[in-house]
Structure formats: C-alpha cells, structure tokens
C-alpha cells in the first residue's frame, strides 16, 4: 500500500477534525478512524503541530528547510577544511 503524503496544512486540518470528534464523546480510535488517520500518526503529528495554526506551520516547514540547506552547507565547507588542512601539511 502507498504511503500518503500530507502538507502541515492537511496535518492541522485532520488533527482539528478528530479533536472535535472527540470533544463530541467519540474516543480517539474511532475519530482517526474517521479522519482516514491511525492512531500512532495522530499522536505524532499532535506532538509536532499540537497548538500551531496553518501559517505557524508553514513557517516551521520553511524553518527546517532552510536549517536544512545550511547544514549542508557547513558539511561541505568542513570537508573543504579538511581537505585543505591535508593537503597543506603534505600527508597526500
């Protein structure tokens, strides 16, 4: 079976959904079960995005793209070092 794929966006909308499911008495198997969720996702996107609203989490999304991009950066920038540090003391 294919994995889905689900924005920050779709992730608040479904975590919203089945809170007010459970806030009408239903549990939280059956809420998810509704909302096309398993359980153990719930509880993880609810520990991820429990209070954000949508433009929060597209900002977090943006921010972990862009510490991303530089940790890659500084990767490759260390490997350069390295690089030149061997090179320059002559152990090639």
Known sequence: ???????????IMKLRETEVMTGQGSNVTMACRQAGIGKQTYYRWRKEYGGLK????KKLKDLEKENARLKKLVADLSLDKAILREVSSGKF
């Open 54 to 57: 949508m433009d929060q989490a």
């Open 1 to 11: 079976m294919a994995k889905k794929r689900y924005t920050a966006e779709h992730m």
